[in-house]
């Protein structure tokens, strides 16, 4: 078990006039190689999880585990080591890229932890080949004349290139198009079922976190409201309406049509897999 | 390393002082600084005190409020107080084999420190009491005048308003990109020159662009909104002088005349 939380409170701005609990009293544990989605309104708290579980903010009360070890007592060097194995991928990463070449940007991580440059240049090929960029197309391309979805991959190839086991991601796909949100989704779910890489993202859209994730966990105002695997969804379709939260159009026919009886397995809330099943039923008349 | 951000933050209360308008805080704050360094030590310093005081029940304001700012300059004043007790001759008060502190330099350490406490005490007040749009507001109306000789204040005055306004997103800015080459393997304190030289570079250079982008951003919404300067541009909350603003007014300008004369 890679993270254990143990109730942790955190607060902005301590002991000031604008003191803003962020977070009070979180329980829970994530497992090796799960596929999280973790949703809230904006300032819920979720961005303040994140940084937590790499110890990039200390919890202020209670304590965060991570692979048994409790985070406020890592030395710097321990926190180096840490932050290598736990990727994390800020909102809007594109902002960070300050190479001018898109190699050297890949290659900055793997050289600051002391990386040959044969080991870094193995490392750069890998992660660009596992975020789908062409390494002869675009290892000497420019940063500044990339799009922004190939921004982006070229920033998680850069932390890709850290060889993380557990990958942070704060919103990845804000502010791409449907194209890119894909890829991104699409890549991330291949390195958690292939290369069993935990990944933890926050996103504001429900769909796309149950489109990828196993589990889904919604925050509100610093607490832990609904923590649940995205095959039982449907099971809390009542306490989703209570906060607010709208199902995907496929979900929300799925619930309709088995309040009348219909019989559809949401184990797989994928469209295709949920299409099929009602077109199934039509047409078999039932 | 970006934590203490408190320095200028408006704190908002429902007091006598908030409510007060930004140009006769400025100024009653002129005089009370002025009165400050007027005064003498002990008699007039304690009555400056007494009516700081009554500023701070008047602003409803708490003492841990000013902490934050206080204790920046803790070490300041502290080494300030060590120079002066050390250095500064006359009739030896205490002595001790080679150090010898005089009276007239305990005098001088205790004024020093009561005076630079409560020069904080009210620039803070100010920023505390004022939101920094009022505070520039004021000083624009005020400074216009000035631009019958050709000084452009409306323009220097929205240069620094927006600037004041945009200090707390640049410093989360900055944490965040901080933050996020930290994830990189980049550390700032350790490592050779030439690599936190580099790292630093990191840091700086997204840092630098994105305050770019924004300030391009920014004017075009500007412009967008027809703004084109000072000329013609009407206000939406006029400023005016009332009871309350002349009476702390006088009162201040009493207090600073009163430490002059007597």
């Not at chain 1, 708290?45 to 991570?66: D, H, I, M, P, R």
Request: some cysteine.
């Amino acid at each position: 078990m890679p993270f254990i939380l143990k109730d942790v409170s955190f607060t902005y701005q301590k002991g000031m006039a604008f003191a803003q609990k962020a977070l009070k009293g979180l329980d829970f544990t994530v497992e090796d190689g799960e596929m999280l989605g973790v949703m809230g309104a904006a300032g819920s708290g979720k961005s303040t999880f994140l940084q937590l579980l790499n110890a990039l903010l200390k919890a202020e009360q209670g304590y965060v585990f991570y692979e048994g070890q409790d985070l406020a007592q890592f030395s710097k060097k321990q926190l180096i080591g840490l932050r290598q194995e736990v990727g994390m991928v800020f909102q809007y990463p594109e902002q960070q890229i300050f190479a001018d070449l898109v190699y050297d940007e890949i290659a900055f991580g793997p050289r600051n932890i002391g990386l040959d440059s044969e080991d870094a240049d193995r490392r750069v090929r890998e992660s660009m080949q596992q975020v789908g960029l062409d390494f002869a197309e675009y290892s000497s391309r420019r940063t500044i004349a990339l799009s922004s979805g190939e921004k982006r991959r070229v920033a998680l190839a850069g932390i890709l290139a850290l060889k993380p086991r557990h990958l942070l991601l704060d919103e990845p796909t804000a502010g791409l198009d449907g194209e890119g949100r894909r890829v991104i989704l699409d890549y991330l779910q291949h390195i958690n079922r292939q290369e069993h890489i935990t990944v933890i993202m926050v996103a504001h859209h429900l769909g796309q976190l149950l489109s990828v994730c196993r589990r889904l966990m919604i925050i509100e105002k610093g607490r832990i409201v609904l923590d649940t695997s995205v095959s039982r969804i449907l099971d809390h379709y009542d306490r989703l309406q209570e906060l607010g939260i709208e199902l995907p159009p496929h979900l929300e026919a799925a619930y309709r049509l088995q309040r009348r009886g219909w019989k559809i397995d949401t184990a797989d809330v994928g469209v295709a897999a949920i299409a099929r099943q009602i077109a199934d039923k039509i047409r078999s008349g039932s | 390393m970006f934590r203490n951000i408190s320095l200028g933050q408006y704190l908002p209360a429902d007091s006598i002082l908030h409510h007060l308008d930004p140009r006769t805080k400025t100024v009653a704050g002129l005089f009370f600084i002025l009165a400050v360094f007027a005064a003498a030590f002990p008699l007039e310093l304690f009555f400056i005190y007494l009516a700081g005081g009554l500023l701070l029940y008047l602003s409803r304001l708490r003492m841990i409020d000013f902490w934050p700012v206080f204790k920046p300059f803790l070490i300041i004043i502290l080494i300030t107080v060590i120079f002066q007790l050390l250095f500064i001759p006359g009739t030896p008060l205490f002595s001790f084999s080679i150090l010898s502190i005089s009276y007239e330099a305990v005098e001088t350490a205790v004024t020093f420190t009561l005076r630079f406490v409560l020069l904080l005490f009210v620039v803070r007040l100010l920023t505390a009491t004022t939101t920094p749009v009022a505070l520039m507001d004021g000083l624009e109306q005020m400074l216009n005048p000035l631009r019958k000789l050709g000084l452009a204040v409306h323009e220097l005055i929205m240069i620094m308003t927006i600037s004041l306004r945009f200090i707390p997103m640049f410093i989360e800015e900055a944490e965040r990109i901080r933050k996020a080459q930290l994830c990189r393997g980049a550390d700032f304190r350790i490592g050779s020159l030439s690599s936190r030289l580099k790292n630093l570079f990191a840091w700086l250079l997204p840092l630098l662009r994105s305050s770019l982008q924004r300030a391009e951003d920014l004017s075009q919404a500007m412009e967008a909104r027809a703004y084109q300067g000072g000329e013609g541009r009407t206000r939406l909350n006029i400023l005016r002088l009332r009871g309350g603003d002349y009476a702390y007014l006088l009162s201040m300008a009493a207090l600073l005349a009163a430490v002059l004369l007597v």
